[in-house]
C-alpha cells in the first residue's frame, strides 16, 4: 500500500511522517525515509544518545483562554466568564512559531474555545502554516453555522462525563442535551468527531452509557482521560480508587469490543495498563508510554507560559515571544526528561520505566512531589504497603487500544 504523505520531519532515528490514510504519525527509519523521498538530513550524521529528545513536539496543546461560562466544578483551568485569554495576533505568533519548529498537530481549547469570537480565524491560520487543528468543546453554544465552520478542524471531540442526568451529577450543571446536540451537528458535517470523557470517581460506572452513546451516534473516537486533582478539581476527592485504577484497562478493552469503537487512553493511565504486566515489546510497539510531556507533547498557556503538559511543569518559556519556544525545547524540560535518569523506588526497579516514566507528574505534583512516583499507579500502592512497616516511602499523553497482546 502506497503511503499518501501529508508532510514529514526529520529525527535522529529517521523522521516521524504524517499520513492521511490511516491516519496516523508514523515513526520511521531512515531507510523508509529515503523511500519516501525525503532529502538526506543532518540530524542522521548526529551521536546523540538514543534517549535525545524529539527535535520538537508533534503535538501542542494551546489553552486558548480561562474563558467559559459552564463553570464546571472540576474545571482544570478554573475558567470563569471573564478568564485570561490569547489575543489572536499571539494566538497566530505562537503558531507561526510551531510551525518553523516542525509540529504537526495542535489541540485548540480552554476554558471553551467556542466563546472566541476568533477561534475559526486561529484555525484556518494553523491550516495555512500547515498544521492540524483539532478541537475539544463542551458544544456550549454551537449551532448550524459554527458546526458548518468546524469543517476546518481536524480531530473534534466533545466532552461528555456521563450520559443524561449522570452529565449533571458529575461535571455539576445540566449540560448533557447541548453535548449531544453539538455531536450531532458535528457529525452531520464531518466523520471526525468524537468523545472526550474524564474518568472520574464519580463517572466511572457510566462509562458503559458513554460507549453506547459513541457507537449510538456513530463516533469515530472514545477518549478516556484520566481525572487530575488540578483547579478546582483538586477539591473534589474525585480520583479514582485502587480498584477502578485496576479496572479501567480492562473495562476499556471491553468496551471497545463489545461496541465495536476506538477506544484511547491519555498518557496518565500507563501505569494502569502496566500494572496487567504486558509484553513490553507489545507495548512499545503499539504505542503505550507514560508521560509524554516534554518529549511529543507541550503546552501554551492563555498568559503565554509554554509548559511540558496542560496540568503541571514550570514554564519554560513565553511562547508568545520570537525564536522562545524553539529554545527552551531544545535546552529545557529537565524536570520532565530526567526522571528515568533519576527514578526512585519502585520505579527505578520497574521493567516498564522507559515506556512508563514514572506515571502523571500532575498526579504527583498534587500529592506533594512532581519528581515521586505517581501515587496511582497500583505498583506503586502495592510498593507502599508492602514497605511502610519498614519505615520507607516512595521517593520525590495518548495511546489508542487495543495495546497489548501477550
Same mark, same amino acid.
Given at each position: 500500500?502506497?503511503l499518501?504523505?501529508?508532510?514529514a520531519?526529520?529525527e535522529?532515528?529517521g523522521?516521524?511522517?504524517e ?6 504519525l508514523?515513526?520511521?527509519d531512515r531507510?523508509m525515509?529515503?523511500e519516501?523521498?525525503?532529502p538526506h538530513?543532518?540530524?542522521w550524521d548526529s551521536a546523540?544518545?538514543?534517549d535525545?529528545p524529539l527535535?520538537?513536539p508533534?503535538?501542542?496543546h494551546?489553552v ?9 466544578t472540576?474545571c ?15 494566538a497566530r ?11 504537526f498537530h495542535?489541540?485548540l481549547?480552554?476554558?471553551?474555545a ?5 477561534l475559526?480565524e486561529?484555525?484556518a491560520?494553523a ?7 483539532? +478541537? $475539544?468543546t463542551?458544544g ?6 459554527? #458546526?458548518? *465552520?468546524c469543517r476546518?478542524?481536524?480531530? =473534534?471531540? !466533545? ?11 458529575v ?9 449531544e446536540?453539538a455531536l ?5 458535517v ?7 470523557c ?5 463517572s466511572?460506572?457510566g462509562l ?8 449510538r ?12 486533582p488540578?483547579g ?7 480520583? +479514582? $480508587?485502587?480498584d477502578?485504577?485496576?479496572r479501567i484497562y480492562?473495562? #476499556?478493552? *471491553?468496551?471497545m469490543?463489545r461496541?465495536? =469503537?476506538? !477506544?484511547?487512553l491519555?498518557?496518565s493511565?500507563?501505569?494502569m ?36 503538559c496542560?496540568?503541571a511543569?514550570?514554564?519554560e518559556?513565553?511562547?508568545?515571544v520570537p525564536g ?6 531544545s535546552e529545557g ?12 523506588e519502585?520505579?527505578a526497579?520497574?521493567?516498564?520505566l522507559?515506556?512508563?516514566r514514572g506515571g502523571c507528574?500532575?498526579v504527583?505534583?498534587?500529592?506533594g512531589a512532581?519528581?515521586a512516583?505517581d501515587p496511582?499507579c ?12 519498614r519505615?520507607?516511602v516512595?521517593g520525590?499523553g ?5 495495546v497489548?497482546?501477550?
Amino acid at each position: 500500500m502506497k503511503l499518501e504523505v501529508v508532510r514529514a520531519r526529520a529525527e535522529r532515528f529517521g523522521g516521524i511522517v504524517e499520513v492521511a490514510r490511516p491516519r496516523a504519525l508514523l515513526h520511521v527509519d531512515r531507510e523508509m525515509m529515503r523511500e519516501l523521498g525525503q532529502p538526506h538530513s543532518p540530524l542522521w550524521d548526529s551521536a546523540a544518545p538514543d534517549d535525545a529528545p524529539l527535535v520538537a513536539p508533534t503535538e501542542v496543546h494551546v489553552v486558548l483562554s480561562r474563558r467559559c461560562a459552564a463553570g464546571c466544578t472540576g474545571c482544570y483551568v478554573d475558567a470563569t466568564p471573564d478568564g485570561a485569554a490569547l489575543s489572536l495576533d499571539e494566538a497566530r505568533r505562537i503558531l507561526d512559531e510551531l510551525a518553523a519548529m516542525g509540529v504537526f498537530h495542535v489541540a485548540l481549547g480552554g476554558g471553551e474555545a467556542l466563546e472566541l469570537d476568533y477561534l475559526f480565524e486561529v484555525a484556518a491560520h494553523a491550516r495555512a502554516v500547515g498544521i492540524t487543528p483539532n +478541537l $475539544t468543546t463542551s458544544g456550549l453554544g454551537l449551532g448550524v453555522r459554527e #458546526a458548518e *465552520r468546524c469543517r476546518v478542524f481536524g480531530q =473534534i471531540n !466533545v466532552s461528555v462525563d456521563g450520559v443524561g442526568d449522570a452529565y449533571r451529577r458529575v461535571r455539576g450543571f445540566d449540560g448533557f442535551r447541548h453535548a449531544e446536540r453539538a455531536l450531532r451537528l458535528l457529525r452531520a458535517v464531518k466523520p471526525e468527531v468524537g468523545v472526550n470523557c474524564v474518568v472520574s470517581r464519580s463517572s466511572f460506572d457510566g462509562l458503559a452509557e458513554v460507549a453506547r452513546l459513541v457507537r449510538r451516534m456513530r463516533l469515530n473516537e472514545l477518549e478516556l482521560l484520566r481525572f487530575k486533582p488540578v483547579g478546582r478539581g483538586a477539591r473534589l476527592g474525585e480520583e +479514582l $480508587t485502587p480498584d477502578q485504577g485496576r479496572r479501567i484497562y480492562p473495562l #476499556a478493552r *471491553r468496551l471497545m469490543l463489545r461496541h465495536r =469503537i476506538r !477506544v484511547k487512553l491519555d498518557c496518565s493511565f500507563a501505569p494502569m495498563v502496566f500494572w496487567h504486566r504486558p509484553s513490553a515489546r507489545a507495548a512499545a510497539f503499539w504505542g503505550v508510554q507514560g508521560c509524554v510531556a516534554g518529549d511529543v507533547l507541550a503546552a501554551v498557556a492563555p498568559e503565554g507560559h509554554l509548559t511540558g503538559c496542560s496540568f503541571a511543569g514550570p514554564p519554560e518559556a513565553d511562547a508568545r515571544v520570537p525564536g522562545a519556544a524553539r529554545a527552551a525545547w531544545s535546552e529545557g524540560f529537565a524536570s520532565f526528561r530526567s526522571f528515568v535518569r533519576s527514578a526512585p523506588e519502585p520505579c527505578a526497579s520497574c521493567e516498564y520505566l522507559r515506556l512508563c516514566r514514572g506515571g502523571c507528574r500532575a498526579v504527583a505534583e498534587a500529592h506533594g512531589a512532581f519528581s515521586a512516583p505517581d501515587p496511582g499507579c497500583p505498583r506503586v500502592q502495592e510498593w507502599t504497603a508492602r514497605t511502610a512497616g519498614r519505615g520507607q516511602v516512595a521517593g520525590g499523553g495518548s495511546f489508542a487500544l487495543p495495546v497489548v497482546r501477550g
